[in-house]
Structure formats: C-alpha cells, structure tokens
C-alpha cells in the first residue's frame, strides 16, 4: 500500500507564490517511481499539471509552464512550486504515482484577483 499526503495549499492573491509538497508512504522505491501533481477546478475535469521521472525529467502543462517547477528529493517527497499565480489556477491539486495509480487526498488552492 502507498499513502500520499499533500500540503502546502492556501488561499493567495493574484501574482503570488506557493510551494506544495506531497510526502509519499509505502510499498513502493519511489526513487524509480514517476510521481506527479494534477488539479481539479469546480465543474472541470481533473488535469495534469506536472510529473517527474526517475531521472529528473519533467513534463508540464502548458498552461504552467515558466510559473510551475516540479521536483523532487532522494527520498519520497515530490514539490511542486508555483509563482506568478493566476485565479485560473484555483484548484484541488492532487498527488499522483501512476505506477498503481495512487493518489493523494487534495489540497486547496484557491487565488484571489
């Protein structure tokens, strides 16, 4: 079994920062493993926003990308740090592993304008 735990959310003003990061437990070496971030609006379909494989590699949305940065540590923690937010971006991030498809509980950001 793998838990995830996500933190770092909060509610913010336009053009702000936060870094969220997601602690992962369990079963699994998730020094090989790719991890990521995706996030849910109200009334919109969960998306990906980041990942980051083993070997450093990283993938973002467009919509993210030059404002998002995705990493991680040697061990089990993958970060995702967000600057010059948008109200667009409010939103449940989730953690993800896809190995098994494990997913972390959410947490809120929410950006003012």
């Known amino acids: 079994q793998v838990h995830l735990v996500e933190s770092g959310g909060g509610l913010v003003q336009a053009g702000g920062s936060l870094r969220l990061s997601c602690a992962a437990s369990g079963s699994i070496v998730f020094s090989i493993t790719t991890m990521g971030w995706y996030r849910q609006a109200p009334g919109k379909q969960r998306e990906l926003v980041a990942t980051?494989?083993?070997?450093?590699?990283t993938n973002y949305a467009d919509s993210v990308k030059g404002r998002f940065t995705i990493y991680r540590n040697n061990a089990n923690t993958v970060y995702l740090q967000m600057h010059s937010l948008k109200p667009e971006d409010t939103a449940v991030y989730f953690c993800n592993i896809p190995r098994g498809d494990f997913w972390g509980q959410g947490t809120q950001v929410t950006v003012s304008s």
């Open positions: 980051i494989n083993s070997g450093g590699s």
